[in-house]
Nanobody, 119 residues
Framework: QVQLAESGGGLVQAGDSLRLSCAAS????????MGWFREAPGKEREFVAA????????NYADSVKGRFTVSRDNAKNTVYLQMSSLKPEDTASYYC????????????WGQGTQVTVSS
């Protein structure tokens, strides 16, 4: 069982930066690939970014590529999402998720943290 807790959300202006954190309560954090997703009001949850178990590879949604960076610190059981050049359309609840590195899908989800970008 993996429990995930996001933090770092808030209200910012367009063009600002924000860093989200997701702390995992597991002794085997390095066994999990991690992902970030977001859900805006009235929209389906969408993929934002992911990083593999070692941190060696990552991928991003086209809408955030070049503006967001995902990273992890396995010693701290934490994954980060650095968001820059934020836009109003980035407003959403952001969720982190964990997928066992040999598994097929994300099995564990956090409760989410709200990011609101004003124009």
């Amino acid at each position: 069982q993996v429990q995930l807790a996001e933090s770092g959300g808030g209200l910012v202006q367009a063009g600002d930066s924000l860093r989200l954190s997701c702390a995992a309560s597991t002794r085997t954090f390095s066994n999990y690939d991690m992902g970030w997703f977001r859900e805006a009001p009235g929209k389906e949850r969408e993929f934002v970014a992911a990083i593999n178990w070692s941190g060696a590879s990552s991928n991003y949604a086209d809408s955030v590529k070049g503006r967001f960076t995902v990273s992890r610190d396995n010693a701290k059981n934490t994954v980060y999402l650095q968001m820059s050049s934020l836009k109003p359309e980035d407003t959403a609840s952001y969720y982190c998720a964990a997928k066992f590195k040999l598994g097929a899908g994300y099995s564990y989800w956090g409760q989410g943290t709200q990011v609101t970008v004003s124009s």
